[in-house]
Structure formats: C-alpha cells, structure tokens
C-alpha cells in the first residue's frame, strides 16, 4: 500500500477522494472561518487539527489544556474521533455546542484505504477537521494515526496541539533515561515473560528506558509478573492515573518494589518503564 | 552508584541531607503553602513538581501551557533549573515575580550524588521546588532527570505538569507507529552515517519508529545524509518549529523528499522519524 501512495500522482487521488466525498458525505456545511487560534495556512485547503483531551476520569478539561487549543476547537465543525460518546462528552465539557458538530468514527477496523480516504475528503475539499482519541493525544497508539498519514500523502497541513501525553508525563517523573526511550504499547499476551526479558536486556544493554502498558484490569497480574520476572537491581517505574486524583509514579529498584506496598492498580490506567 | 543508592538507609541519607542543606544552602524560606493548584501530598514532605516552558521562541506562554501549570508555580518559590537566566525570563513572561524567587542552576556539571543532595535537600526538609528546562518539559533529555530519580530514592513525591514536548508533538504528527516508537536523542558526530542505518534496520525489522535529534546548525547537513544514506521506499518525518510561528511537519517517503523543496531548517528546532 505503501508502494501505491508514493507513486499515486496525487492529483488523481483528490478528484477520486472529491468524487467519494460527494457521493458519500450527505451532511455538508462551509469550511469554518479562522480565529486568532486558528494557524494560517496556504490556499482554501483544510488542516487537520491532532487535538488532545483529559487522560483521567473526571479531569477538568481546562487544567489539562491550553486555553488556546479551545480557540481552535471552536473553529471547527467536522470531527474524526475514536469514539463518538466521549469525543462529545470532552467537546460540550469544553463548551462546545455539540449539536452543530459533524462526527465521523474511526475505529482499528476502519483499514481500508477508502474508508480513510472518505474522512480526508471534506479536508481535502476545504474544511479543516479535528481528531480526537478516546483518551490523551491523538495520533499516537490510536487509530487517528491512519488519518494523518494519509492527509501527509493528500498534501493536507498536520497541526498537533499541546495536552496530555501518559507517556511523556511518566517518562518526566521517571528519572530514567529520557536521551533514550522507547514506548512499546501493550505487551503480547502469550509468552508476556519473554517479551519483559527482551525488553529487560535492551534496557540493561543499550541503556534505552522501555515503556510499556497493559488493558487496566491485568495490571495487577503484569505487576507480579514484572516483580517476578525482572532483576532486582533493574529500576521500575510504575505510574498510575496521571493528572488524576488518585495519581501515582514512583521509581524504585525491583527489589526493593518486592518489599514495598503497592498502590491500588487494578482497572485504573497505568504505565510502566524499565531502565537501567 | 545505583547499588549504593539502593543499599544506602534513607534515613541516613535525609540527615546527611539536611545537614549539607543547613551547611550550604544559606538562603532560606518557609515552605510555601498550598493553593488549588498544588496537589495534596502527605505529611509536610516538599514536592518536586515538573514544569514544562514554551519550546519556541516568542511563543506565548499560554498557548502552550494549561492555566493551572501557573497556580502550581505560583506557589513556589524554589526552582531548580537548567539555565537561571532563560527559567527567570519565563517565570516573569508568566506574570510571577521573581526576584522573590530562588533559583539552583542544574547543569550536566552537576553530576556528583553530593551535588544533586545539595539541591534536594530543601524539599527533603519540606520545601516543594519546580524543575524548569532550557525548553520543553524537565526530565526528558535534560540533566533534570537526576534530580526526580533522587527525589524517588529519598522518597520525595515527583508530579509533573502537562506541556508541549518536541518528541510527542512530533509523534502524533508524524502519522508514523506511535504503537512503537524509539527516541535517541542526539545521533553520534562520528560515523552518524552507520548510526542512521542502524535506526533505519529497527525501523523496518521491528516496525519501531526512530526519532532523533541534531544540534540545529547541523540541521541542513543532517538531512543531506538522511536522504543519502536512508532507502527510498522509508518514511521520514521532519519536523520544524513545533508549536512556532514556523512550525512544519511533513512526512514523506525519502525517493519523494529528495525531489522536494525542503523546509527552512537551519539553526531551526527540528526533530526528525524514520519509519516504515
């Protein structure tokens, strides 16, 4: 697919990505004007705006978010979400009036190249969209990812806004070694042991910090794992509900986390480092 | 020295601590009290907070930071800081008044445990200081990192605030794996050919975004080698100016970036992907 894009001549693209639009996409309405928090751009075209919400249940939205990020969310009409009920939920909570919005979801199964192309179309043909995740940042370990990939390819401006990053804010609390880094996503579930080792050694090896998560309700299961599992003089940071009320992030050595008394982890989202 | 950290009684160290601190640290002012922004922590224990600035230049500090980042700050009146000079002007620039202020300057000089005990010790003593970068947020590819991971040894509670960083902006840009990615940090002077091959090899075989870093007036000859030296079929972001007047981020296959007009790089911020 790859292969593909690079040689597309994009021309041929747009009109191909107008022409699904207009067959398509029912609900139209002009591309929105541009405020102060509005970034200019060249042309009539669309941007397609990353934009970041809360990471912690019951968040306020505005202690989490520069206040010029909802400049540029009021500007918008067309939003291209993980999930439709939350991407709501975080825009009225932003003070947004919700019922003017258009929402299109994007989901993993949303895969194949036309579907993409459908969701850039209105950008392509002018109007500037936001994506939203379920959760954080959009773009990274989400689907929105697929969306901007593909709007690089269609020639379409990519703005990322500030907001909350787990993994950049337990990378900070961590003390470990932020020149090198690495976010892995979810460990496999079959042989999890063995992917900690590997990850355990790199650490060790090159020195390079190996972030990991797990689906909320295993990570009590993965915590005595890794405490089985990993040397004792290998450093853990376990960080739990950033930002949040109940937010905790502590790194200390495996041993001594064997002596220690956890914090309560279970089903509450949660990121792990390993370093040297 | 991580063995002796891990062996060493905290006890022992606090005292040790506190006594340097007496010893050395000849201004002094009562811990400051706690206002909504502050969050509860236990005991009159200080709290190291993480304090993330602009990373552009003439950025205004609001557009990039939440307004509760400045009710925390306000609060403080300890920093431990990359560059007195470049915190003091954001501190004033955020409307706090900083002659009142102390300011510790930590620089990669400051490697001695002893050191780094130095500018613990007034949290330790129930003193809460904020960490500031020359740019971005503290403790990720700065030496602030030394002072959170002996906070956690001394059992000092470390939060970090929420802020633009280069790494993660240019992530959710990039449109490449945010399920697995790598940040390097700085690519070696010497042989920084084999080193961009090396990154290329993971990027292909395990599906791992790299991200690295170049001084900025090495910024054009960078990419020069970049495209020299990277595949034609691999993907390469290029990221200018985040959150900046100047901000471009695009990511292209590298046989279609060597056909293109490249962005004004020079003496510029940029941070650079390679991906599938």
Redesign the interface.
């Known amino acids: 697919m790859?292969?593909k894009n690079?040689n597309f001549p994009v021309k041929q693209v747009l009109n191909r990505v107008v022409e699904d639009h207009t067959i398509q996409n029912e609900q139209k309405s002009p591309p929105p004007g541009r405020g102060e928090g509005m970034?200019e751009t060249e042309g009539t075209e669309g941007v397609l705006y990353?934009i970041p919400c809360p990471i912690s249940e019951g968040e306020s939205v505005?202690?989490?978010?520069?206040?010029?990020n909802g400049r540029v969310m009021s500007e918008l009409d067309y939003f291209i979400v993980e999930n439709v009920r939350s991407a709501r939920r975080f825009l009225s909570k932003s003070g947004l009036k919700v019922s003017e919005l258009e929402f299109r979801e994007l989901s993993e199964h949303t895969t194949d190249p036309r579907g993409i192309d459908v969701l850039c179309a209105p950008i392509v043909a002018g109007r500037s969209a936001g994506v939203i995740s379920e959760a954080g940042?959009?773009?990274?370990?989400?689907p929105g990812?697929?969306?901007?990939?593909?709007?690089?390819e269609l020639g379409v401006r990519?703005?990322?806004l500030?907001?909350?990053?787990s993994?950049?804010?337990?990378?900070?609390?961590?003390?470990?070694?932020?020149?090198?880094?690495?976010?892995?996503?979810y460990l496999p579930v079959k042989d999890a042991g063995k992917a900690i080792r590997n990850l355990e050694r790199r650490a060790l090896s090159e020195g390079?910090a190996q972030m990991f998560i797990e689906t909320p309700y295993r990570n009590v299961k993965l915590v005595e794992q890794l405490l089985l599992t990993l040397g004792g003089?290998t450093?853990l940071t376990i960080a739990v509900d950033?930002?949040g009320a109940d937010?905790f992030?502590?790194?200390?050595?495996v041993?001594?986390w064997r002596g220690r008394k956890l914090p309560e982890l279970h089903k509450k989202p949660a990121i792990f480092v390993i370093g040297?």
Do not use: Y
Not at 145 to 152: P, Q
């Open positions: 790859k292969e690079i970034k990353l505005w202690s989490v978010l520069p206040a010029s940042v959009p773009g990274v370990a989400d990812a697929m969306v901007v990939r593909r709007c690089h990519v703005v990322p500030v907001g909350p990053s993994i950049i804010l337990a990378m900070m609390a961590s003390g470990l070694n932020g020149q090198s880094f690495a976010f892995n996503g390079q003089e450093r950033l930002t937010e992030v502590e790194t200390h050595g041993r001594e040297a």
